[in-house]
């Protein structure tokens, strides 16, 4: 059972340059995350997903877009990348909030923007 | 706006001790309060949850107050063993969403 598995785990991309980072689950959860965690500011979230086709804004959008196209995936993209996005990402998935919301974490992807 | 903080960056316990970690919050109603372990390098890993209408919860050596009055969580481990040295992470949980504190790095030393 591979739980949430995110790809690549480390990139390294120059500034103004384009990527998408994958994140899979096969845990049939609903809820799906994306949060970036920065030495000393712990996770925040960045955009999130309630099922299958829906996205919605985090507390830090600003420069990432997601989709939601597959209920099992959900992809984090950066068109333009900045030093600032120069962060280990993290993608996590729930089952309905109803239940305990207990999130699964993947393992990070760690980007580094130069 | 929402704010979590979780007192002291670091503690450092010595082995055998109980550790007490403090999540303190403010501008939040949360339906319920998760802690995570994260180690380095690694995602983080739920441990346990309390719910609003919840004063204590524990899991083996483990235990969680919850005080929606004071808006404050304590997360204790007894017994503390240095495996148990890892940053911890509260998280409020509401409406589908969890928002994270800082964490604590918690070093256990023999």
């Known amino acids: 059972n591979a739980g949430v598995t995110q790809t690549p785990k480390f990139r390294v991309l120059k500034t103004g340059q384009s990527m998408t980072l994958l994140c899979a689950q096969d845990?049939?959860?609903?809820?799906m995350y994306w949060y970036r965690q920065d030495p000393g500011m712990g996770l925040r979230l960045i955009h999130y997903s309630v099922g299958e086709g829906t996205t919605a804004k985090g507390e830090v959008p600003d420069g990432y877009n997601v989709s939601r196209l597959k209920k099992q995936n959900f992809l984090l993209g950066l068109e333009s990348a900045a030093p600032s996005q120069t962060s280990v990402y993290f993608c996590?998935?729930?089952?309905?909030?109803?239940?305990?919301?207990?999130?699964?974490f993947g393992e990070g992807s760690r980007l580094t923007v130069l | 706006s929402q704010k979590i903080e979780q007192n002291s960056e670091a503690l450092n316990i010595q082995e055998g001790k109980t550790a007490t970690l403090t999540c303190n919050y403010t501008n939040y109603s949360p339906a319920y309060l998760q802690w995570y372990r994260q180690d380095p390098g690694r995602g983080p890993v739920f441990l346990l949850l309390?719910?609003?209408?919840?004063k204590e919860k524990r899991k083996e050596r483990l235990k969680v107050t919850f005080d929606t009055t004071l808006k404050q969580s304590l997360f204790h481990i007894t017994a503390s063993q240095p495996a148990d040295s890892a940053t911890y992470l509260c998280a409020l949980r509401n409406a589908g969403k969890s928002t994270f504190g800082d964490g604590t790095t918690l070093t256990v030393k023999p």
């Open positions: 996590a998935s729930s089952a309905t909030s109803g239940r305990t919301g207990e999130l699964f």
């Open positions: 309390i719910r609003e209408n919840e």
């Open positions: 845990m049939n959860h609903e809820y």
